[in-house]
């Protein structure tokens, strides 16, 4: 049963329709969306617009972004805001709990909790040495603050950030930021991920929307394309067209290589019949 909180998308009238994004075909044939599913997929290639109305539906929800700076002052987002400025979200009920996440965004986050970290365990050496003959009390308090955040980086990201693979790294630092009845939105979250890993977050996905939690994605994964009940939207062909899994081209043209590599692969590189 759905428990979603945004159920429905559209245009609002007297909008732009000239320049980036909205002379984009997907954006321009925009109607009423329905995102009443707990969790809506938006399928299609690179520059279909799918992405940039994931992210203005972020910046329109206000959520916030996990990796950067906020989308009300990323440089890269003034389309987007433009966008957002012009969309009419319904909710059914509404809370601030939730997130944004890019996957491109993930890798440099992964980084600054790595740099953070050392930076608090450099200072905390300093001050051990600094403070070598003050009083208990006042070394207590003053490395206090350095170890708590050591502790807190550690409980939630691991003893070792750097040392994970960007898998079990986006995996730890997914289930870390899901709360109960969020809405988290994700842009091609399958990109730090195996097909293997796919699979696992497919189970924290499960156990998010058994939670109540909402998940509107935008993804290139016939695996994540599979969740079940999941509401998709094609848009490949200059509109935005409800479909099944079946129906998808992604879905179709993965079955077909599988089936049969050499019949592609003979176009594009020196194949022979019986070549693996």
Same mark, same amino acid.
Request: a negative charge; hydrophobic letters at 45%.
């Given at each position: 049963?759905?428990?979603? #909180?945004?159920?429905?998308?559209?245009?609002?009238?007297? /909008?732009?329709?000239? &320049?980036?994004?909205?002379?984009?075909?997907?954006?321009?044939?925009?109607?009423?969306?329905?995102?009443?599913?707990?969790?809506?997929?938006?399928?299609?290639?690179?520059?279909?617009?799918?992405?940039?109305?994931? !992210?203005?539906?972020?910046?329109?929800?206000?959520?916030?972004?996990?990796?950067?700076?906020?989308?009300?002052? @990323?440089?890269?987002?003034?389309? #987007?805001?433009?966008?957002?400025?012009?969309?009419? +979200?319904?909710?059914?009920? $509404?809370?601030? $709990?939730?997130?944004?996440?890019?996957?491109?965004?993930?890798?440099?986050? #992964?980084?600054?909790?790595?740099?953070?970290?050392? !930076?608090?365990?450099?200072? +905390? $050496?300093?001050? !051990?040495?600094?403070?070598?003959?003050?009083? #208990?009390?006042?070394?207590?308090?003053?490395?206090?603050?350095?170890?708590?955040?050591? %502790?807190?980086? $550690?409980?939630?990201?691991?003893?070792?950030?750097?040392?994970?693979?960007?898998?079990?790294?986006? +995996?730890?630092?997914?289930?870390?930021? +899901?709360?109960?009845? /969020?809405?988290?939105?994700? @842009?091609?979250?399958?990109?730090?991920?195996?097909?293997?890993?796919?699979?696992?977050?497919?189970?924290?996905?499960?156990?998010?929307?058994? !939670?109540? &939690?909402?998940?509107?994605?935008?993804?290139?994964?016939?695996?994540?394309?599979?969740?079940?009940?999941?509401?998709?939207?094609?848009?490949?062909?200059?509109?935005?067209?409800?479909?099944?899994?079946? %129906?998808? %081209?992604?879905?179709?043209?993965?079955r077909d290589f599988l089936r049969s590599p050499q019949r592609f692969l003979?176009?594009?590189?020196?194949?022979?019949?019986?070549?693996?």
């Amino acid at each position: 049963m759905s428990m979603s #909180q945004l159920i429905a998308v559209s245009r609002k009238e007297g /909008g732009p329709t000239a &320049g980036f994004p909205f002379d984009v075909p997907a954006i321009r044939s925009l109607g009423e969306m329905d995102l009443g599913a707990s969790v809506t997929l938006f399928v299609g290639e690179n520059g279909s617009g799918k992405s940039t109305l994931l !992210e203005s539906l972020a910046i329109a929800a206000g959520l916030p972004a996990v990796g950067s700076g906020g989308l009300a002052r @990323d440089p890269t987002l003034v389309a #987007q805001r433009r966008l957002a400025d012009s969309l009419r +979200l319904v909710w059914k009920a $509404r809370n601030h $709990r939730g997130f944004f996440l890019r996957a491109e965004d993930f890798f440099g986050f #992964q980084k600054e909790v790595v740099r953070g970290r050392a !930076e608090h365990e450099a200072e +905390l $050496r300093r001050l !051990e040495l600094e403070l070598r003959e003050a009083d #208990q009390a006042h070394r207590d308090r003053a490395l206090g603050v350095h170890r708590g955040s050591i %502790e807190a980086l $550690r409980s939630r990201y691991g003893d070792d950030p750097d040392a994970r693979s960007h898998g079990e790294a986006f +995996l730890a630092l997914f289930k870390a930021r +899901l709360v109960p009845g /969020g809405v988290f939105m994700l @842009d091609e979250p399958e990109a730090a991920l195996s097909p293997q890993s796919q699979l696992g977050f497919l189970s924290m996905i499960r156990h998010a929307v058994e !939670e109540g &939690g909402q998940f509107v994605i935008a993804t290139h994964s016939p695996i994540l394309m599979a969740i079940p009940g999941a509401t998709v939207y094609a848009f490949d062909g200059g509109e935005i067209v409800r479909s099944s899994f079946d %129906e998808l %081209e992604a879905v179709a043209l993965v079955r077909d290589f599988l089936r049969s590599p050499q019949r592609f692969l003979r176009h594009i590189w020196d194949v022979t019949p019986g070549d693996r």
